[in-house]
Structures are given as C-alpha cells and as structure tokens.
C-alpha cells in the first residue's frame, strides 16, 4: 500500500517538475529567475562599447588600451550581487569548504583574521540574509556557478570582464557609470561617502551620501539604465578573465581575454562600500589570486540564454 | 490632411513595434521558471504542455452543469501569471492611458447584493481603500481585455486573458480531486482565500471549517503556492478568462484554445472563486458565467502570455 502510494506520488511529482524546456521570446530589461530561489537575472542586449581607459593609478594599473568591444549575442547577468541567502544554500547542499581568514580592514592595514569567512565578515554584527556575500575567493564563486549551472542545468557562470563593463556602462560613456562628477554617485552606488568616513582611511570620501556606512542590502539604490543593482559598489564582483596588463587587442567579441584554468590573478571590478572613488569607475580593473579573500570581495553571476 | 496624419502616425507606431521586437531574444528556460517583461510587469510562470480532464459532472444547479467531463490536451508550453494583478499594476494602466474602468460596482450591502453608486476599482467596498499589493477588483470583461492589450502595447509581448481550459488545467496543478487541494471543502486555507472561519458572519452561508486568516480580501500572494506556483488561483478574487460561456461542454476545442460565438457573445467564463464565495463555488471545475460589463467586487484579473 505504501509502495501505491509512493508510486502515485512520484507519478503526480513528475508530471508537474519534469523540466519540459520551453522557449521564451523577451527583450532586453527581461527578469527572471530559472527557480523561486534563484538569483533574479536580466536579459542584456547585444551592442558596442569602448571598453578600457588610456590611463590608469600609475603604470602597473594601465586600463588600456582602449578598443572598441562588440557583444553580438545579448545574455543574462544578475539583477543584484549573489546573496548571503543564496551563497548559504549552496554551502549546504555541497558542503564547499570555502576560503577563510577573510581580509578586513583593522584602521591601519588589511588583515587575514583568522575565523572570519562569508557568515562573519567583519561588520561587527552578524551578515544579512540580503546583503551581498562576502569573502568569496574566485574559487568559491566559480564553484557557486558550477553549483547553480548543475542544479538549474541552465548555463549558468562568471561573466566575462568585457560582459561586465557593457552592463556596468548600460550605454554611457563617463569617467564614472553615472558621469564624470565623482560626487555625483550615490544614488547608484553604495560608496566610500559621507556616511560612514573613516579617518584611517588613507583617501577622501566622496561628497554624497549613499546612506549606508557600510555594505547595503543589495538593491537598495537606484537601478542602472539596464535594470541592473550595484553594478558600481556594495561588493567587488570576481569575473572569469584572467588578469593581462595592458590589455591584449584582441578578442573583442565579449569573450574572455584570456581565461585558462590557472591563473595568477583574476580580473575584479566595480569597486565597494569602501573603495576610493576612482576604483569605482567602470574600467578600473581589480586583479587578485584566485584565493584572495577579502570582506569587499563578492560575486555576480551571469548566464548564457540558451545551452549551446 | 488630418486623416493621412493620422495614418502616417499609425504607420509610425507600427515601425516603432516591429523595431522593439526585433531586440527579441531567445531564452530557454524550463517549466517552472519566473520571468516578466520589465521590472513593473506582472511575474509570470512557466507552464508545461499537459492532459488533464476537464469539468466535473454535476454542479450547484441544473442550468450550472459542469460537464460533461471531457480530456483536455494542451500541446504547448505558455505563461500565466504567477499572482493576481494587483492595484498598483492596474492602476499604472488606468494612469498611463486615462481608460475609465467600469463604475457602479455591485458588491454586498448587507442583506443582499446591489450596486452602488461611485464603487469602482478604486474604492471595492471593503470600508477602507484597497492596498496597492491587494488584487484589482470591480473589473469588468472589458477592463481586464483593455489591461492585457495595453500590456501587450507595453512590452511588445503577446499578452492575452487565459482561455478557460488553461485556466482549469493550471488551477488543477496535476489534481482530479473536488478541489484543487483533495476532495475535503474544509481543507483548503493554507492556499485559498475562500469563505472560511475568519470571514464567517459576513454572509448567509456557510463558512468552510479552517481559518485562511483573511477576512476579506488578501494581497496577492500571501497563502502558499499551487504545485505549479501559483498564487490564488483558487480564491481572493474571480479571475475572466477569455472564452465565451456555454453549457454544458461539447461545442468547445480540446486543445487547450478558447470558445469563441460568431457576433455578441452574451456571457464570459470567470474562473476561481473568491474571499466570500461558498466552497462550491471554488472547485476548479465551477464555471461562473457573466456578462462582459459586469462589475463586482470579487471579480478581478490574471493574465496569460504566449512564450512567443
């Protein structure tokens, strides 16, 4: 009798979670989510954009040269940064081990605390469950992607440096994604400002208020002109690319330049709560050890539409 | 000269639309995913091609047959709308295009059922404003038709009501029981709004034997999901579909497409039950059957779309 009913159950199950593939047309602006726990995903044009700056910090963080990128094929990138939420199913369905002695900053230097990770990053208070995870090294972001691909069998992964920096700049061409104004940000993106100053930090804060001393749940300022939350700020997103400096002319297909199984450094972008408002300009590339762990360091998955 | 403005204007429009869906995108997705159109559009849901049969031999009344139960097949994949459409989704419609829903809605005066006076959409009766996240209601036939082609204008998207048997097929989610939930009236408050213990005393009959802990209405979403995630389907308020009602089944498509009578169709299926409505009443296979301008406070919208 039990057996009936276990069959009958799993006869209903299946006729309702089969995963019947379907085909949907969408435009650009397009939201959506493969499960209800997903991650929120926009659909992302294709389209051409100067990608890089001919300058830089100084000389060992040139941000060019500059060339122009054409994305023919529109994909699918976060609607906000992974969440505390979402990283910790993943942590508890697989059990990862991922990295520790999470980098904070102690008023003086960056340092590897020993005991903090992703469910402690160093706020003094425990994370929010809408807060972007932090202390993520590129390991464990690859490893969520390769999670969430596995479990959705959806093409889910790391978007490519140039994927980012055309969603970043969602058609602008400023200094910063918002203009040329560094003060002129904080409605977008949650930066080193008026609240939350530090005096040990050893730059200025910039002369807004984004209302949050530190990092924000995600989504909590004004989209981009692409629907995308905090593409500038919050966290630092790990992409695919494996850091080359000055950047190689070619591909420009939206591809990853370079992007080999090991790697020294991988390409990180959009600055953080409490980066120096010039990190924050769209071009400016972050390059980090795969397991560089880091309280600023999170992640924002992308998506191809189609499997190939 | 007026005339050919005009349709050189109409013309222009046209271009206008067949440019916004040449952006179109592919995406693949299964059954079961969660998308819409732009950040304010309603969430939809995936649904899957499906048997099911349709209708239940019997029904409250000799003129409310039910049947005769016939299958149904549906042969392709489409979405429907994961809730009910809301006050705030509504009303970005009746902002933008200045269309006057239907007035002098009918709703309960206390002994019986009238209509009154200055009650629409805006005001439903309930002694209080709605809320913006509480279902539209005192719509009408026309007022859900003219909703779905603006949408449809909106996005570019092929929005359209639910044809009566996708209606039942997604109410039913994999069941053939009485009820969406079993064959047990009683048992449905943790995903119905219905007529239970905490509605009771509002009306002279009986209230089903749970506590769906919403007197009146509820916003769209607030009791679990169905197997196929959706919300209220059964319940917080009626939902039009686009079929032209006749009784009993026979002269209706199988494939899941509507009935449609050549001229003025004199009554339309309404579909779901509502808040205060008996538990009869919200059996997926009960028919509600009204003519196109009718004006109720329990009658409201969700919407459907083709994949492309």
């Not at chain 2, 000799?62 to 809730?83: K, L």
Request: some cysteine.
């Amino acid at each position: 009798m039990n057996r009936l009913f276990s069959l009958a159950a799993a006869a209903a199950l299946t006729s309702l979670s089969s995963a019947h593939a379907a085909d949907v047309s969408v435009a650009p602006g397009a939201v959506f989510q493969d499960c209800t726990d997903c991650p929120e995903m926009v659909v992302i044009p294709p389209g051409s954009f100067i990608m890089g700056f001919d300058g830089g910090l100084n000389e060992a963080r040139y941000e060019g040269p500059v060339r122009l990128v054409n994305i023919e094929y529109a994909y699918a990138l976060g609607r906000t940064e992974v969440t505390q939420a979402q990283f910790r199913e993943f942590i508890e369905e697989t059990g990862h081990q991922s990295g520790d002695a999470c980098a904070i900053w102690n008023g003086e230097d960056w340092y590897h605390t020993p005991g903090k990770d992703w469910r402690d990053p160093g706020y003094g208070r425990p994370p929010a469950d809408n807060e972007p995870v932090a202390c993520v090294t590129w390991t464990d972001a690859q490893a969520y992607a390769d999670w969430l691909a596995e479990k959705t069998g959806q093409p889910y992964r790391l978007p490519t440096e140039a994927e980012w920096e055309h969603a970043a700049r969602a058609g602008t061409t400023g200094t910063y994604t918002w203009g040329d104004d560094p003060d002129g940000g904080c409605n977008v993106a949650n930066i080193y400002d008026k609240s939350g100053i530090d005096p040990k930090r050893p730059y200025d804060p910039v002369g807004c208020d984004d209302g949050f001393a530190i990092v924000s749940p995600v989504g909590s300022l004004d989209p981009n002109p692409w629907g995308l939350y905090d593409m500038t700020g919050n966290v630092w997103e790990w992409t695919v690319d494996c850091y080359i400096m000055p950047i190689p002319l070619e591909p420009t297909d939206g591809s990853p330049v370079y992007a080999p199984d090991n790697c020294d450094r991988r390409a990180v972008k959009g600055g953080s709560w409490s980066s120096e408002v010039f990190w924050q300009r769209p071009t400016f590339r972050g390059r980090d050890p795969e397991d560089r762990i880091s309280h600023i360091f999170g992640m924002r998955i992308a998506r191809d539409l189609k499997a190939d | 000269m007026t005339a050919r403005l005009l349709t050189l204007a109409v013309a222009a429009l046209a271009v206008t639309a067949t440019v916004a869906r040449a952006d179109d995108a592919t995406l693949s997705v299964d059954a079961g995913a969660i998308f819409k159109d732009c950040a304010d559009c309603p969430e939809l849901v995936v649904i899957p091609p499906g048997d099911f049969v349709m209708g239940y031999d019997g029904g409250v009344a000799e003129d409310r047959y039910e049947g005769p139960p016939h299958p149904v097949t549906i042969g392709y994949a489409f979405a429907i709308g994961r809730m009910e459409i809301s006050n705030a989704q509504f009303g970005a419609f009746v902002e933008d295009t200045g269309y006057e829903p239907g007035t002098d809605c009918r709703m309960w005066d206390g002994t019986g059922v009238s209509h009154i006076p200055g009650k629409d959409w805006r005001d439903p009766g309930y002694g209080r404003p709605p809320a913006a996240n509480e279902p539209a209601a005192c719509i009408s036939w026309y007022d859900a038709k003219a909703y779905v082609g603006w949408l449809a204008k909106q996005t570019g998207q092929p929005y359209r009501l639910p044809t009566e048997a996708e209606w039942e097929y997604v109410a039913r989610g994999g069941s053939q029981t009485d009820y969406a939930w079993g064959n047990d009236p009683d048992a449905g408050c943790f995903m119905a709004n219905y007529y239970d213990e905490s509605a009771a005393g509002q009306r002279p009959w009986d209230p089903v034997g749970c506590d769906d802990g919403h007197a009146i209405v509820a916003p769209i979403g607030s009791l679990q999901p169905n197997p196929f995630g959706l919300y209220d389907i059964i319940g917080n308020v009626w939902e039009w579909v686009e079929d032209c009602y006749i009784m009993p089944y026979g002269v209706q498509p199988t494939d899941g497409s509507d009935h449609q009578v050549d001229g003025a169709c004199e009554r339309r299926g309404v579909r779901g039950g509502a808040w205060h409505s008996r538990a009869t009443w919200q059996r997926p296979s009960f028919r509600g059957r009204d003519t196109e301008d009718f004006v109720t406070q329990v009658f409201g919208i969700r919407v459907a779309r083709d994949l492309k």
